[in-house]
């Protein structure tokens, strides 16, 4: 079979106001957090290639203790797709008609309305659909991820505990959003946590340093290593001789990522007290500090025995993808440029 050439659009729809000159004023995207409308007839939708799609943006969430779905989806069809659905936040529209010849794949924001992402993908029949999927799911879901969480920062950075941030950034050095509700709060040498909501359900940030010695540090394994190390440190239990471990029977995930032209290490996995019954889901992200010669690390994680963790991690996601160094110089490479002054 002829290999098949994909064309990848990105169309950035900004909303702007210059001299002389009115563009128009788009709504606010409606729905929920991490909802995606799928825009797909009842003849794709119903087949083997519609059960792809369902997997793809229904798959298990990793590192969160119990099944939750990447995304929350509902679907309608063609036929449907009405004008008071269209400002939803998150659209991917499945076009299959035998009038393409080759499939593309275009993304679009804000669209219909505000900080919304529109995904069109266009085919020429289910079969050429499926493959598409396989070898593009991965860029469809990390737009669409993306968004979610620039949509977080964009909210949260209206409710900024400005005091907070500056206490941070004097203490560690580093610049980052943290939202107003997290008022409970532990500074000690090289170590800082912050705690919002809660015993029933709650969210965590802690950053703290260690020495820089090689970049043979960034491993899994001494990654966890040190993790473990400071949080026996800085973040005893309840009980007597107890304190918070990374639970190492079901791996933790590891992953090198570039975060504004620096390199990171992202650890993300669950959390236990040892000595106590308290856990959940983790992440982190650590990097350099050449300047000071310290490893940099940011954490979230979350304690809501009963409730659903995906959201409340997302959020924490978001806090620290803004974590920085004040000398750092590269430009956020965001989605909604339109949001940007």
């Not at 990171?264 to 889901?281: F, I, N, Q, S, V």
């Amino acid at each position: 079979m002829k290999k098949l050439s994909f064309i990848l659009t990105t169309a950035l729809l900004l909303t702007m106001f210059s001299c002389g000159k009115r563009s128009r004023v788009l709504p606010e995207s409606s729905g929920k957090a991490n909802e995606v409308l799928l825009v797909v007839d009842d003849a794709i939708w119903k087949s083997v290639v519609g059960d792809s799609i369902k997997a793809m943006f229904t798959q298990e969430v990793a590192g969160i203790p119990w099944i939750e779905p990447l995304f929350d989806i509902s679907r309608v069809g063609h036929d449907g797709f009405s004008d008071m659905l269209k400002p939803a936040r998150n659209i991917v529209e499945f076009d299959v008609s035998g009038n393409y010849s080759a499939p593309k794949i275009t993304f679009t924001t804000e669209l219909f309305s505000r900080m919304q992402v529109y995904i069109k993908i266009q085919v020429p029949n289910g079969e050429v659909l499926k493959q598409v999927l396989k070898s593009d799911g991965n860029k469809i879901l990390s737009f669409i991820y993306k968004a979610e969480k620039e949509r977080i920062v964009n909210t949260y950075t209206k409710f900024a505990g400005q005091n907070m941030m500056k206490k941070v950034q004097d203490s560690a050095g580093i610049k980052m959003l943290i939202p107003e509700q997290f008022t409970r709060t532990k500074f000690a040498k090289n170590f800082i946590w912050l705690g919002a909501g809660n015993f029933d359900a709650s969210q965590y940030l802690v950053i703290y340093s260690t020495p820089y010695t090689s970049a043979g540090i960034f491993t899994k394994e001494n990654m966890i290593a040190m993790r473990d190390s400071v949080m026996k440190t800085n973040m005893p239990g309840e009980n007597d001789g107890s304190y918070m471990s990374t639970v190492v029977v079901y791996s933790p995930e590891f992953k090198e990522v570039t975060v504004r032209g620096k390199y990171c290490a992202e650890l993300r996995g669950l959390w236990e007290t040892k000595g106590d019954m308290m856990g959940g889901p983790f992440v982190s992200r650590s990097f350099v500090d050449e300047v000071t010669q310290r490893v940099i690390t940011v954490e979230g994680f979350v304690y809501a025995p009963q409730l659903d963790k995906r959201n409340m991690m997302r959020q924490l996601e978001a806090y620290i993808s803004t974590a920085k160094l004040p000398a750092d110089t590269i430009a956020d490479d965001s989605i909604f440029m339109a949001k940007e002054n």
